[in-house]
Structures are given as C-alpha cells and as structure tokens.
C-alpha cells in the first residue's frame, strides 16, 4: 500500500524514540485522569509520541506513530478501545493536508498535528453531554431501565434523566471486575433508586425493565457492540423479552474492525477458556492460601501440587476464574436497537454505514 | 369468472376492451410481423364488436359485459397459445390458468425467461474475429467465472480498438463506441451479460467519450489500451490480493473452511493461507487445493450432505457472481442453501468479492433474471441415471440463485470488510467515479 523508502538513519532513530519515551506509561498517567477514556487518552499518548519524535519526513512520522500504536496494543490489557483511538488519530495524521504545511517547517506541522490531537480531544470530553442529551429523549417517566457494568457515558444520561423524570435502575454487579457496585454507589448518592442484580439474575429481572441501555468499549463494523462481558447475554435475553436495547458510544469509539465471533476479537486470546490451565497450576495451593495471592511462586506451587497430587479436589479461586475468562464480548448488530452517538441516533446499520464512509478513501 | 387473473376485465363492463392490451403487450415484442398484424386485427375486431354491441343495448348497461367476457376470454385464449409458441412466460401461464386450460405445457413458461445458452450460428455485420472467438467461449462455458469473463472481454476489446481505425469525418470519442456496440451486442448474444461486464463496459465508454479529440488515433487507442489495462490490474488483480489478505486473517489456525461452486478468489484465499503455514481443512472443492506442491487436507461432499458437515466448520467463504444493493448475493445455484444452513447453525458466512461486482440495481429473488445451465454441465456432474426430458419430465436447471443479505455476516472487498446491509453505501464512499 505504502510505499517504503528504507532509509536506515531515520529508522533507527524513530525505533530509539519508542525506547525513550514510554508510551505505556504515558497512556496510563493520562488514564488517570476520571474523565478519560481509552481510545482519547490513546490520541494524547500519541500526541506526546509526535512531541517526542525527532521524524523529518511525514512518512517517519506515520511510522513512529504505527509503531506506537503497536506497542499501546502491545501492552494494554484490553486493546480494543486504545487502537480505536490510535486508528482514528493516524488516518487524521496521514490524511491531514501536507501540501499547505509544506511551505512551512515540518516541525510547525507538527505542533499542528498535536494541537489538533489536543483539542480534538477535549472537544469529545463534551461528547457525552450529547449523547445524553440525546438519549433521554426515548426515557419515560417511571421507566425501569437495566444497565450493566460501569460507564461514564451511561451514568451521565441517567443523572440527566434523573433531572427530568423519575427512573429507577437494575444494576448488574458485572464480574469480575464489579464495576456495578460503583455505578449503584454513584446511582443511589445522586437519589436514583437503584438496585444490584446478579449477573445470573438478568433474565429474571427482564420482565421488569423496560429497556437496556449499556456503554461500550467499542462499536465495531458490523455495527455490533464490543463492552464488558455479559452485554452479549443481556442482549439476547433482551432481545427474547422484545425489550429494547440501547447501545451509547462516543464517535471516537467507532472501529474499523470485524469480528465474526467472540473469538474473532483481539482480545481473544488461547488463554481464556483453556481447560488444562486451571488444572495445573490448582491443585494444592487454594486450600491454604488467601485468594489476594493467586499467583504465588511457581516452584511452591509444582511442589505442593506434587504432594497433593491424588486426592485433592480441584479449586477454583476468583483469581483464576479471572484469568482463563474474557474482560469484553461481542454484541451482534441484530441485537441492537439503536446506538446513541454524537453523530446521531444510529441504526447498528447506520452505524457500518458511518464507518465504512470514515474509513474509505 | 371466479378465478381473478391478468385478463379479468374491472368490475365495470364499460371498460372491458382496454384491459386486454396490457396482456397482448409484453408478447408481442417475440411474435413475428405475422403474428403480430393477426393479433392486432383480432384485438381491433374484437373492439368494434363490442362497440356495436354497446351501441346496440345502450338502454341497459350490465348487458355488454356477459356477451363480451366470453369473447375476451376466447381471445385471451388464443393470444397465450400464440405467446406460447413464442416460448414466453409468466404471462401466459396465468392465461392459461385463467381459462382453465388443463394442457400444461411442456416448455416450464414461467422459466422461459431465463437466459438460454444458444451457439452463435451466424455472425451478423463487422464482428472481429476475437469477440466472435470469445462469443463462442462464452456459449460454450469454456469461460464461465464472472472474474475470468470480465477479464477476456476486455482483453478482447482491447484487440478490437488496436485494430480499429476511424473512418473520414469522424472522431474517435465519437464514432468507436458505435463500432464497439455491435461486437457487445454479439457478445450477449452468446450469453447473457454478467454484472461485471456491464460495469467494466460502463467504465470504457465513459473512457472512451472522455478520450482527447486531439489526440492522434494510434496514442489515443494506446491511451484506451492503457485504461484497460489498468482496470484489470486495479479493479480485479490487485484487488483480489487485498482481499486475500484480509479474509486470509479471518482463517485461524486449526479452522475448518466449508466452501461452495468454485470461485477464483476463494482459491487464492485457500492457498495463500495454506501458504501462510495455517492449518485448516476445506471442504467441497477443488482439486487445485489437493494437487497443489502442499495440500490442503480436504473432504469433499455433496450438498444433501451439508446438514451433518455444517457443524464443523468454522467459517463459510464463498465467491459471488455479483452484489445488489440491497445486500443480496447473486452467485452459483446453491449458494444461498449453503448461506442459510450456515446462518442456521451460527457459522459465519464470508462472501468474497471485488467491488466492481457492485450493482447499482436490487434484486429481490433468483427467479426476476437467471440463466439455465447448459445441458453439457449437468450431464457432467449429474449422477449416472440418465435423466432426459420426457412428456411429463422437464429439467430445470437454473445457473444462479440470489442469497438475501440477511444470510450474510460480512462481505469481503478491497476496502475492507462491510457488512452486507452497507453495501449500497460503498459507490458512494469510494466517489462513485469508479464504480
């Protein structure tokens, strides 16, 4: 596609820049911040790649910045949310007009490129204003609404809503990493009546509710849905209760990606839902140990495992049901009602739509 | 009476003669002059009988209707024996279900619309030997793809404007789509046109009216050469190897790949895979996958067979003939079974294809506009009991079906993976200039 000029100088130096300048820890200092979402503060982190990059040629430039991008992968636990942000930042970059920058110098363009990045970025903290002001157009009054997991968007329109009408929330305690908890924490310090469901309780309490409304780490091609595991179950027992289910995604977290399955995603790896993992490494060490320490030592474990090898029963910890299991699923676009984006209420084809026209040129 | 049809006339016997037009209509096109002249006599009879009769008992109007229907009747009788004869349609079925008519035809009428192979017997007017060469080829199926038929029409075409010179007083940009018209006409003849060639020759002559009337004729003919050349590289070439690579990430290692007909894409996807040291078994194809230097372990099965098969597999790649806007997918007869089983039992399905397969048009089902597959292809793969058409036997055999997006995860293109439901939105993102 591109094509490639090897020129070995510039090489060298952009592959020092990702040595000295740890864009990990840049994505994670700027995460920090409550209101930042991955994929945004992937355009920070990139924007500082650009600030520290001593590239002398757009083509450098791109190449830093990919290669950037592939380390954030790299290292992020969950890659699909920062690459939506890398993957929108880098089309801006390489389709950002060169020729008007050419008469000027190339590190004017690009303290362009950052600023641009930077506001950009602020900009889209505004985002969810939006999509909540949107959004509470289809809540009634006395609506039951269930929603999943913790989400700055989701929170946002329904403290909104809270203004206007009354609402009460079904919150589900979304393990492992319980996020629920803090969304009925936040829900119910604001005087929303709010309650924890089990994550296994969700078609029970289906009858009740009169819509779902989730976040989403990322909407996808297909105009289907990746967030917190446990969005797909909810969504086909919406989908079987005929209730609706509402997706709310800022524009940044468009992707240009496909899954065909669950395990099409990324994030997928042969880790999750490996059967003889857990087996190995179990036996022995559970009974006596307290479940804050999955991992222990290794040796301690092959040893204690060789001692209790007969007889003991395999345990499961949190820990290591954790592990062997995946932090996002992948919602069909068929279960989908609508998507609420700044660009607009969407269609899940609506949504393919807007990114196959982003994306193709 | 009872039975409403085409040829019933309104309730209201006022107007009983009109009505017959719109049956006569579409017919008439494949009578002959004769034919034609007699159908028309009679139509202009028939209305000046009931005109007379009108006059006749203008004092009571429910009168003209018993005297008139049955004459109708009889006359829409005698058109569909006539449309009949012409080997036409849908139409006339009714007709003849309208009159009752017992005598069911031999020749499967509502079928008869569907593209016939037929030999090219005669070579009418100024065709070049390569297009009469190719119209051969094609009524033959010894070149059947849509890829490998776009690709010798232009190559052919490309002959043809080489050894084309305009006449005094005439520009090229003028005069060499009049001269290439007939060669396209011929082409038809041979067989119907596919979606591809329609695109491919949409894109010549707009090249060709584009062409600079300045320029001197062998540089403008090369300037032509060029663009085809390009078109073949760009649109079909390079954009299967972009499709190679991205449905060649779809296939993981260890998957089961179940394919159906043959398509030149999902060959090459299958092999660069293979070539990419993944494992995975194909089913139903080829035996370009097993003869390769490294072959692809392969079960092949027939099609009553899918049911027990279609759990194993993780992915289904298919090749498409050509894509409505509207999602669907028009591609070899049985594709749309396989599509839908595979939606049955959650495996998703990939439908390879270039984007100049897009069509603007949509299509609703594969009965609208099909082809039968020549008698030399089924005898070839049909099994041993010889099968020849009877009185009461008839072989249908229709080349294609049309698969409804619904049956579809995603579609591979040069521009990525886009679900089959935004696939009219794609002319429009690539600027429509190419399309």
Redesign the interface.
Known sequence: MTLYHPIAPSQKSGGEDVVKFDIYATFQRILQDDQMSPPLAAILTLTEVIENSNAGTMFELVKALNEGAEVLKRQAPNPISPNAGCELFIAFVTLFPHDSAAKQNFSDLKRELIRQGQQYAKEALTYRQKIADLAVGFIKDGSVILTHSYSRVVMQTLLLAHKRKRISVFVTEARPRGLGIKTAEALTAAGIPCSVILDAAVAYVMDKVDFVLVGSEAVV???GLVNAVGSNQIAIIAKAANKPFYALAESYKFH?L?P??Q??LPSHNSKIFSFTQTFERDPGNLLNQPSNNPSGSAAENQEKSNDSLAGSPAKFTQEHICQSNPDVDYTR?DLISLVFSDVGSLTP?GV??YL??M??? | MSVPTLTDPPANGSTSAPPTKPQGQPTQKSMTKAERRELQEKQRAAKAALKAQQQQGGGQPKLPKSPGAPQKKAQAGETSKQAASAGREAVAAAIDEATGGKAVSRSLRIFTHFGLPKPVSHVKGDIHPAIVRLGLLFSEFKICGANARCIATLTAFKSVIQDYTTPPNHTLSRHLMTHLSPQITHLVAARPMSVTMGNAIRQLKLEISDSDIDMVEQDAKNALCNKIDNYIRDRILIADEVILKLAGN?I?DGDVILTFARSSVVEKILLGAQEEGKKFSGRFLLNKLTGGSNPISCTYALLPALPSLITEAT?VLLGAHALFSNGAVYSRAGTALVAMMAKGHGV?V?VCSETYKFSEGVMVDGFAKNELAPVKITKATSHPVDVTPSQNLEILNPLYDLTPATFI??VVTE?????P??IS??P???GKTIL
């Open positions: 091609e297909s105009g240009r496909f065909l399955s395990y099409d676009p084809e393919s739509q196959v026209g994306f193709a040129d | 779809k993981k992915t998703p990939l995860t995603a521009v990525g993976l886009i679900p439901s935004s939105s794609i429009l993102a690539l």
